[in-house]
C-alpha cells in the first residue's frame, strides 16, 4: 500500500461547498503490487480538471439531470483525468501511455475497469502542442467552445460577439475562436487583471469589468450598432442586458449560467425582464450540452483547427494551475469563485 | 359627399388607450363622385381585422420596431382590410371585385392609391371557404400560426404542445393545425367558456383556465411527462412555468408576449426565472415576425392545406365580430382585453 490522497466529496452541499464537511482531501491507500482490473489499466495521475459541472453533480441523486450525480463517499469526479499508465490488462493501452480519461475519480492513483475504457484516449500531442491542451482548448472546454459557437452562434466575419465569463476556461477558448475568425469580440470579465489578459494576451477587441462598470452603459459603449451573437456563461442581469442590445436575427449561445449555481432554491433566482426582445428581434436562444450529437459533429474540425492554431503561436492555450491534491479543495472553491484565468487544472504529480 | 366614418388614432397611449382622448370614430367624409386615384382604385369596406400588433404601431414614431409606427391624426391602420371594389383606375382589379387589402385604414370608404397595389390580393373565395376566413385562417393570423409552428416548432405527431391565449385568433388556429397534424393539444386561457369551446368545438386534447387554476399545477397535471413545444403568445408567468415543464430538446415559438403589451416601462416587467432549463434542456427558443422569409416560405402549404380543412369541415374558422364602425373602439378594447374568441373582426358592411 502506497499513500493516494484523493479529493473526497463528503455530503451534498447547501449553496456555498463547505471545506472538511462537504469536501476534503484524504488517503484512501493504493495496492501498487495488485494486478490491473481485469481488462483494464492503473494510472498514476498528473492532472485533473475543475469544471463548473462538477457543482451541479454535488447533488441529491433523486434530482435527474443530463450527468449523474457523484456519489458521498467517493472522490470527485473529474471531467478529465490525464495520468500515466503502471499496468495494463488490455492492448489497446500500453504501459508508459498518456492517458485522458473523461468522467474519473480526482486521486492521486486509479484502478481504472474495463468499463472505463470507451472514455480512455491515448494522447500523442502534436509538435507544439502542450499536454495540457489536451484538458483545456482540445479537450471538453474547448469541445463546447467550438460546437457551440458555430452549431448556433453561425459567426460570420465582422460580426459583434459578446463573451461573458471571457477570461474563463470556455470563455477565453470562445473569445480566441472568434478573434481568429474575424469577428468583433468583446468579453465581460471580473477584475481589470483579466480585462488586461483577454485584450492584451488572446487579442479580443475590447471589453469591461462587470464589477466596475454599469453593464448596461458599457455594452451600449462597446457595441453601439448591437450584438450579433451573445454567448453566455454566466446567466443574470448580463443576459437581460444583451437581449436589449442583440441585433435582429442575433443568436445566443445558452452555454451556462455560473451566476446562479450557488444560489439554492429558485425563489432567489435573477428574473430576466427583456425576454420580450426574442420575438420583436427575431432571437434564437439555444442551449446545448457538450455530449450532443450536433455539438460533438464538429469534433474532428475543432481537433485539427484548434491544434494548428495553437501550433502555430497564434492561440494560447492558457492553463491555471492549482499545484498538487493538497490543494483541490481551495483549487475547487477558487474555480468557483471565479480565481482562475484560463483552464482550471489540479496538478497532481509532474509529467 | 357622403358619410365616412372613421377609427380615428387621435393620441398616443400611454399604457391602457383612452377612449376619446387616444382613440375615437368620426366622420371623415368621402366623395362618392371624384375618379379614383391615378393607378389606384376605391372601395366600399366590408370587415377590419383587430390584432394586439395595432397597440403597438400606436407609438411615439420616434422608437424604432419592425412596423412604422402609426400617424396621429389619420385612421388606426388594420393588418387587413376587405372590401368592394366601386372604381378602378387599374386593368389588375376590376369594379365589384372583393380585395384584401394588407395595412390599410379603417373607414367605411377607401381612395386607394397604386403604391398600395403590391398590398392588395382581389379575393375569389374556394367553395365551402367563407370570405372571413381570408381575415383569419387564411390571412396573417393563420399565416402566423401555420409559418411559425412548423418552422420553429417542428411538430411531429404525438408531440405534446401547449398553446397560450389559445381561444385567441392565433392560438385557436395553432391549436387546430397541431390537432389535425396529430400532436397532444393543450390550451391556455382566460375563461371557462373559451375552455369549453377549444375542448368541445375546436378538438383540442385538454386545457385549464389561468385565473381560476394554479398555473403550475395546471400545465403538471395536463403533461406529467413535459412539453415538447411551448407556443407562447403571451409571455410572463406562463412562460416560466413552460421552461420548468419542458422536455430535452423542447422548443419554444415566441410569438408574442401581449401579457406585456400595456405595462409603460420596462420597470414592471415580469421577469423569467427559469431561463438556466434553456441550457439544462437544450431548449430551442427562437422569436420570428409573420412577414420574415423563413415563416412566409410555408405560405403555399398553409393556403392549400388550411383551405382544404376547412372545405372538408374538420377546421373552424372562427370569427368574433363587432358589427358596426360605430363601436370600432369597444371592439378594440375588447381584443386588447381578450373578449374575443377567435379572430377578432370589425364588419364595417354586409357583403
Ligand atoms: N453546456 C455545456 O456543455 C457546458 C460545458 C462546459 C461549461 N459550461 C458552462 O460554461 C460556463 C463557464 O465554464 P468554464 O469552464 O469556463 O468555467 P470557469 O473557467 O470556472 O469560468 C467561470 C467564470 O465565471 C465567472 N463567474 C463565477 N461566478 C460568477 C457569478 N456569480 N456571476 C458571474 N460570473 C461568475 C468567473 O469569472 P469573472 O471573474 O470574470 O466573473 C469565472 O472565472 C459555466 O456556466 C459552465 O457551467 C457548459
Ligand atoms: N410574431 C408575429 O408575427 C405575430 C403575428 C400575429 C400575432 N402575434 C402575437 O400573437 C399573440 C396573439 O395574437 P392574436 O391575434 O391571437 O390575439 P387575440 O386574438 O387578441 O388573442 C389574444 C388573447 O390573449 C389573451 N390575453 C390578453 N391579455 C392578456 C394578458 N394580459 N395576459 C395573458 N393573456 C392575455 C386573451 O385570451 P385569454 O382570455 O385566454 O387570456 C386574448 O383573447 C399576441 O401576442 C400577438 O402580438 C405575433
Not at 480519461?101 to 507544439?128: C, F, M, N, Q, W
Not at 453566455?232 to 444583451?242: M, S
Not at 428574473?271 to 450529437?293: A, H, M, T
Not at 460533438?296 to 483547427?305: Q, S, T
Request: proline content about 6%; overall charge neutral; aromatic content about 10%.
Amino acid at each position: 500500500m502506497v499513500q493516494n490522497k484523493a479529493f473526497l466529496y463528503k455530503a451534498v452541499p447547501d449553496g456555498w461547498p463547505v471545506p472538511g464537511k462537504d469536501l476534503s482531501v484524504e488517503d484512501i491507500g493504493f495496492d501498487e503490487t495488485a494486478p490491473p482490473p481485469p481488462g483494464g489499466f492503473t494510472t498514476k495521475n498528473l492532472y485533473a480538471t475543475y469544471d463548473p459541472s462538477q457543482r451541479g453533480r454535488m447533488r441529491d441523486p433523486s434530482i435527474k439531470s443530463y450527468t449523474p450525480a457523484m456519489t458521498v463517499g467517493k472522490p470527485v469526479v473529474s471531467v478529465h483525468v490525464l495520468g500515466k499508465v503502471l499496468k495494463s490488462d488490455t492492448p489497446k493501452i500500453k504501459e508508459g501511455a498518456i492517458v485522458l480519461i473523461k468522467g474519473y475519480y480526482t486521486e492521486e492513483y486509479s484502478a481504472v475497469p474495463e468499463s472505463a475504457l470507451d472514455r480512455t484516449a491515448v494522447i500523442d500531442p502534436k509538435p507544439g502542442v502542450p499536454l495540457t491542451a489536451y484538458l483545456g482548448a482540445l479537450g471538453m472546454t474547448g469541445m463546447t467552445a467550438y460546437g457551440s459557437l458555430h452549431e448556433i452562434g453561425q459567426p460570420k466575419p465582422g460580426d459583434v460577439i459578446l463573451v461573458s465569463a471571457a477570461a474563463g476556461a470556455v470563455g477565453q477558448t470562445v473569445g480566441q475562436i472568434a478573434v481568429q475568425e474575424g469577428l468583433h469580440v468583446i468579453g465581460s470579465v471580473g477584475d481589470d487583471r483579466k480585462l488586461d489578459f483577454i485584450i492584451n494576451e488572446l487579442g479580443f477587441t475590447s471589453g469591461f469589468n462587470y464589477k466596475k462598470e454599469n453593464i448596461s452603459d458599457a455594452v451600449k459603449r462597446l457595441a453601439p450598432d448591437g450584438i450579433d451573437i451573445y454567448y453566455d456563461n454566466v446567466g443574470g442581469e448580463l443576459l437581460d442586458v444583451a437581449l436589449q442590445n442583440m441585433k435582429d436575427f442575433g443568436r445566443i449561445v445558452a452555454c451556462g449560467t455560473i451566476s446562479t449555481y450557488n444560489n439554492s432554491g429558485a425563489s432567489g433566482a435573477y428574473g430576466v425582464k427583456n425576454y420580450s426582445s426574442v420575438v420583436r428581434k427575431r432571437l434564437r436562444w439555444q442551449g446545448f450540452i457538450v455530449y450532443d450529437p450536433n455539438i460533438i459533429r464538429w469534433e474532428k474540425e475543432r481537433d485539427e483547427k484548434v491544434a494548428r492554431w495553437i501550433a502555430d503561436g497564434s492561440f494560447k492555450s492558457v492553463d491555471f494551475f492549482t499545484h498538487g491534491i493538497d490543494h483541490a479543495v481551495d483549487g475547487f472553491l477558487g474555480m468557483l469563485k471565479g480565481e482562475n484565468l484560463g483552464k482550471s487544472i489540479l496538478k497532481i504529480a509532474d509529467p
